[in-house]
């Protein structure tokens, strides 16, 4: 997976077609909006990937740093920003040891990647690295519609493991895993987060079988 988003890996290749200014535009009003940025707001983008949400969200004029752990990605992000003149703060790190040195009132994981990260770290991380009163966004595939989608497939590339709650690739065995808006909830407030807002795509809607996304917002009680 580290392969993927490396110089050589297809991630840019395989999201050309997503990564439109239409699409960038939905993504930072609803973050702006699910995390009602203010203009005080130290905010940081995790697993930030090119910085195509960073720099937008720079360019608004709020105070945000990235991280990733791709040499590749981040250093693709600091270009771009170099050829914008605009001053980001990038972080070639990874989440499951993170260490800024910042204390930030929003944090967002966006368009992430949750089945290969350890999501109970991560949350730790989080709260880490939240100023009292922060809040943290965490967006990542719906279960349930993946599930749905795969039973009308049985041709995909992917199977389900209902076992582990695991996602296979039919050729390689590489597993992602996978969870419920439950599961997600239950960690937040077993960290601290208190669960302020779920949606199920990046136009607000509630969460249904065939959300697209399970979004979680939560506040450092
Ligand atoms: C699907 S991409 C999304 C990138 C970005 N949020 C966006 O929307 O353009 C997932 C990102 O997570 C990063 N990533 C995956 N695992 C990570 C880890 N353990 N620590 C830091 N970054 C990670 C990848 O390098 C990649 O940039």
Do not use: W
Not at 17 to 46: E, G, H, N, P, W
Not at 78 to 90: H, Q
Not at 91 to 103: A, F, N
Not at 188 to 217: C, H, Q, W
Request: proline content about 2%; overall charge positive; aromatic content about 12%.
């Amino acid at each position: 997976m580290n392969k993927y988003y490396g110089e050589s890996g297809s991630y840019l290749k395989d999201h050309k077609d997503y990564f439109t200014k239409k699409q960038l535009d939905i993504d930072v009003s609803f973050l702006r909006c699910a995390l009602s940025f203010k203009k005080t707001d130290k905010i940081l983008d995790l697993a930030c990937g090119d910085g195509r949400h960073t720099l937008e969200i720079m360019k608004k004029g709020f105070d945000i740093d990235g991280l990733d752990f791709s040499n590749f990605l981040i250093k693709t992000a600091m270009e771009k920003a170099r050829k914008e003149n605009i001053k980001v703060k990038y972080y070639k790190q990874d989440i499951h040891s993170m260490k800024t040195g910042e204390k930030y009132d929003k944090v967002f994981l966006f368009f992430s990647d949750l089945g290969i990260l350890k999501p109970s770290k991560l949350i730790k991380n989080v709260i880490k690295v939240l100023k009292p009163n922060g809040s943290f966004l965490l967006d990542s595939d719906n279960i349930f519609r993946l599930i749905s989608y795969l039973k009308n497939n049985p041709k995909d590339p992917y199977d389900f493991d209902f076992r582990n709650q695991e996602l296979i690739d039919k050729k390689t065995k590489e597993k992602f895993g996978y969870y419920t808006c439950k599961e997600l909830t239950d960690l937040f407030e077993a960290n601290g987060l208190k669960v302020t807002k779920i949606y199920g795509d990046y136009n607000m809607n509630p969460l249904t079988l065939e959300s697209e996304r399970t979004i979680i917002v939560g506040k450092l009680a």
